[in-house]
């Protein structure tokens, strides 16, 4: 499972929040390049501009437990 911290919500703050840690999708075929998928604060994947995101890696402890939150 991978993550990202959202560092620009611009024109979408009811589905993002600044510096929150998102759980990032696998890609669909048609998807644009430069977009990824966040599951956003509807509990639904959306594209969103990569930009707006940065990567993270999580301790593996972390990751455990924020993983837990999504099952």
């Not at 979408?12 to 998928?37: F, M, T």
Request: charged share 25%; net charge negative.
């Amino acid at each position: 499972m991978t993550f990202a911290i959202c560092l620009n919500n611009e024109g979408y703050e009811a589905s993002l929040e600044l510096r929150k840690i998102y759980q990032v999708v696998p890609p669909e075929p048609n998807d644009p390049r430069g977009y990824i998928r966040i599951i956003d604060e509807s509990g639904e994947d959306y594209l969103y501009d990569a930009n707006a995101f940065e990567p993270i890696q999580l301790p593996p402890r972390t990751a455990r437990k924020i993983r837990a939150t999504f099952a």
